[in-house]
């Protein structure tokens, strides 16, 4: 197992870094190079998750190439892109998708098919989500009585913002926001269908889309453990939290520590980094049917 790939420094290209990706501009394409970094209440953790960022690349890619909808992806093979002279190319295989530049809606399109999160917290207080009534009575992981379209403002550091659809509608548009609730309901099930002959539940999801000369096309990371909720569906015991394909593992070890989650956080320790790094291999090869060991 390599170490962790935490930074990307392509000379000579305009970079953008977010918490995950790195994202360089090359004109009418964008070249996005996933790292291992990890993150976890807003923070991005000093220790990265060895392969994490090929296994959100080929993910995804196994997703776009899946789903029925118009997506940003061009390439995620090596050769597809003029790389500089001194570009980490052995570090770079596996990690790089080169797509289509559009304008990004300014607003995650979430699908929630079960109660969790901060649904769940919404719904003990007011027997809401983002404002949707749900019937009395759901206990914490229920299955909704169909999928719910929640819309959330983007945030470029900090907590993404649940919002009205009424107030996404504001943002861009009405035609484009029921649009873009139609579409992102379609993908979910596609990928519901999808994932319950693997053994996987998607308890939720967020997507992102663009506008491409005026069509509206997915972008971004497509239901990787990062954007979704992966529960094993032979492990599902609706009332509780539920075992998952994600950064689970950390989040509960820096909830065991004494971090105060305004300063910076703690190192992960080795069986934590393994563990992880585990769980979203798992998830990749249950949804792919491909061994991801030894790939690269």
């Known amino acids: 197992m390599q170490p962790a790939f935490l930074r990307s420094d392509l000379s000579g290209l305009p970079i953008r870094r977010g918490k995950v990706r790195d994202v360089y501009d090359l004109g009418d394409r964008l070249l996005i190079v996933a790292t291992d970094r990890i993150s976890a209440f807003d923070w991005v953790l000093p220790t990265g998750i060895p392969d994490k960022g090929r296994i959100l690349t080929q993910l995804s890619r196994f997703w776009f190439d899946r789903l029925a909808v118009t997506h940003h992806l061009l390439s995620t ?14 570090a770079l295989a596996g990690r790089i998708t080169l797509v289509r530049k559009t304008q990004v809606f300014p607003v995650e399109c979430v699908v929630r098919g079960y109660l969790s999160g901060s649904g769940w917290k919404e719904y003990q207080k007011s027997g ?15 299955r909704l009585p169909e999928p719910i ?11 993404d913002e649940n919002i009205a659809f009424e107030q996404m509608c504001a943002i861009v548009g009405e035609e484009t926001a029921v649009e873009l609730r139609r579409l992102s309901l379609q993908i979910y099930q596609q990928a519901c269908e999808y994932a319950s002959t693997r053994g996987i539940i998607i308890a939720d999801t967020k997507f992102e889309f663009g506008d491409e000369n005026g069509q509206i096309i997915l ?34 070890w820096l909830e065991q520590t004494h971090w105060d989650k305004n300063s910076p956080p703690p190192p992960l320790p080795d069986d934590i980094v393994g563990k992880t790094r585990g769980k979203y291999i798992e998830a990749y090869e249950l949804l792919s049917q491909q061994s991801f060991a030894g790939k690269w």
């Open 77 to 90: 093979e090596l050769e597809s892109v003029e790389l500089p002279a001194d570009a980490p190319r052995e």
């Open 128 to 142: 809401t989500v983002c404002g949707i009534a749900l019937p009395a009575g759901l206990r914490e992981s229920d």
């Open 149 to 159: 379209f929640t819309p959330a403002t983007k945030a470029e550091s900090g907590h």
């Open 219 to 252: 972008i971004d990371e497509v239901l990787t453990p990062d954007s979704s909720r992966f529960w094993p569906q032979d492990q599902y015991r609706p009332g509780g939290g539920q075992p998952s394909f994600d950064k689970q593992f950390v989040r509960d």
